[in-house]
């Protein structure tokens, strides 16, 4: 990865640092990026202190005016101070980096809860786990049903978090898909993980192998009809729809991968949002948006404008770049205060207002919900839950459609 010659020197990556406002001891982006990267390849880069404590957010590399892949760099750099990790944080990270592990099993979020092996395993005893917010198994002849010819196709990117903790979410989306005249189908089959995780702590390598075969299981399960890919997660949107190609040697998906809340604005009939407007589901009450940091670098806004389309009363963008949870940083114990602190400024702002988030990112979503003490779930989510009232009124409302839940999800 040869831009570090490229950095101006500008610092503008410095103030978009969301760590660097917070903690006096950690050196900035620049430092710990694009300077430290030309002394590796002259062969004087010697590692430095406090490198782990980047988030991986890449707001850093969304300021910088010359495209200077900053983050990547820390990337680099924490890849070569993984081996004086200890072995208790060793195993933790491990962890950490294979979400689809955790996906089959959500069991092991309660586990890691218990204290003493949270202080072991240096896992943050402050940060709230996740929960499963597991939807209804539905019956096979209402999928069946659900599903008919003639209809456009669309593939559903299954997100580790979602597959393991929130099929709410999933089927929601799915469902609404369906009703905006789509026909859809979930990939992959079976858990697996982008490289996200694995990227953000600095196994390059790791994540390499990840994408690899998430790639090639996802290439198999298309069909070839399909118009696009939709994913419900910003991190898993940003691994998949760039840094596959950029940074992990991988080539582009034969389809289009969009969000879904921008999917959602561009194919959702108008007759949908006037219905789900009218059903004016929480009247007084706010609606707080979060574009999470992966997914700012696309483009604020589209979020704040999916709530206000569906007819949310007061509507909101949280004053945050970052929450603090980018990666699985609130979950690790040494980062555990700057990842609160970070987020703090959304407690503030809600207080003592009554409503809902509305975020794209599951963990994200659970920081959130603990800082702010609201409610915070996917657009999909809160949608469905606007369109059910809607057809309260009918004799048998539509359920959540689809193929049922994920093959391994959660339990």
């Known amino acids: 990865m040869a831009h570090s010659d490229a950095c101006?020197?500008?610092?503008?990556?410095?103030?978009?640092?969301?760590?660097?406002?917070?903690?006096?001891?950690?050196?900035?982006?620049?430092?710990?990026?694009?300077?430290?990267?030309?002394?590796?390849?002259?062969?004087?880069?010697?590692?430095?202190?406090?490198?782990?404590?980047?988030?991986?957010?890449?707001?850093?590399?969304?300021?910088?005016?010359?495209?200077?892949?900053?983050?990547?760099?820390?990337?680099?750099?924490?890849?070569?101070?993984?081996?004086?990790?200890?072995?208790?944080?060793?195993?933790?990270?491990?962890?950490?980096?294979?979400?689809?592990?955790?996906?089959?099993?959500?069991?092991?979020?309660?586990?890691?809860?218990?204290?003493?092996?949270?202080?072991?395993?240096?896992?943050?005893?402050?940060?709230?786990?996740?929960?499963?917010?597991?939807?209804?198994?539905?019956?096979?002849?209402?999928?069946?049903?659900?599903?008919?010819?003639?209809?456009?196709?669309?593939?559903?990117?299954?997100?580790?978090?979602?597959?393991?903790?929130?099929?709410?979410?999933?089927?929601?989306?799915?469902?609404?898909?369906?009703?905006?005249?789509?026909?859809?189908?979930?990939?992959?089959?079976?858990?697996?993980?982008?490289?996200?995780?694995?990227?953000?702590?600095?196994?390059?390598?790791?994540?390499?192998?990840?994408?690899?075969?998430?790639?090639?299981?996802?290439?198999?399960?298309?069909?070839?009809d399909e118009v696009a890919l939709i994913t419900l997660n910003a991190t898993c949107q940003g691994t998949i729809g760039e840094e596959w190609s950029k940074f992990l040697g991988l080539n582009d998906l034969p389809v289009p991968v969009i969000p879904f809340h921008v999917f959602a604005l561009q194919h959702a009939p108008a007759g949908f949002w006037s219905t789900v407007a009218a059903a004016n589901v929480d009247p007084g009450s706010w609606t707080w948006t979060h574009t999470t940091c992966r997914g700012r670098r696309r483009g604020d806004g589209a979020l704040f404008q999916l709530a206000r389309r569906a007819g949310m009363d007061q509507v909101e963008p949280l004053d945050l770049e970052c929450c603090g949870a980018a990666g699985s940083y609130a979950f690790k114990a040494e980062h555990a205060e700057t990842a609160h602190d970070i987020g703090q400024p959304a407690a503030a702002q809600i207080h003592g207002r009554p409503g809902v988030i509305w975020v794209d990112s599951g963990t994200c979503a659970v920081h959130l919900e603990q800082l702010a003490g609201r409610t915070a779930r996917h657009p999909a989510y809160w949608l469905w839950q606007a369109w059910l009232t809607s057809q309260s009124a009918s004799a048998t409302p539509p359920a959540p459609a689809g193929h049922g839940e994920p093959r391994d999800g959660g339990s």
Do not use: N
Not at 192 to 217: H, T
């Open 8 to 224: 101006l020197k500008c610092t503008i990556c410095i103030a978009a640092c969301p760590v660097y406002r917070k903690d006096g001891e950690f050196p900035g982006p620049k430092a710990l990026g694009p300077e430290w990267h030309r002394r590796h390849l002259a062969g004087t880069g010697d590692l430095m202190d406090h490198v782990d404590d980047c988030t991986f957010c890449q707001l850093c590399e969304g300021a910088c005016p010359v495209g200077v892949p900053v983050a990547h760099l820390i990337a680099e750099h924490k890849a070569a101070a993984l081996p004086k990790q200890t072995w208790p944080m060793r195993v933790r990270d491990t962890v950490l980096t294979h979400p689809e592990w955790v996906a089959r099993a959500p069991v092991l979020t309660r586990a890691t809860a218990l204290v003493p092996i949270s202080r072991w395993l240096k896992l943050s005893t402050r940060s709230q786990r996740p929960s499963v917010r597991k939807a209804p198994r539905l019956s096979r002849s209402s999928r069946r049903a659900a599903v008919g010819g003639g209809r456009p196709r669309v593939a559903l990117f299954v997100d580790c978090f979602d597959r393991g903790f929130d099929t709410e979410a999933m089927l929601a989306a799915q469902a609404l898909m369906e009703v905006f005249g789509f026909e859809v189908h979930q990939v992959p089959r079976t858990s697996q993980c982008c490289g996200a995780a694995a990227y953000a702590s600095g196994r390059v390598a790791q994540a390499r192998r990840q994408a690899g075969a998430m790639e090639q299981a996802i290439r198999g399960e298309l069909r070839g």
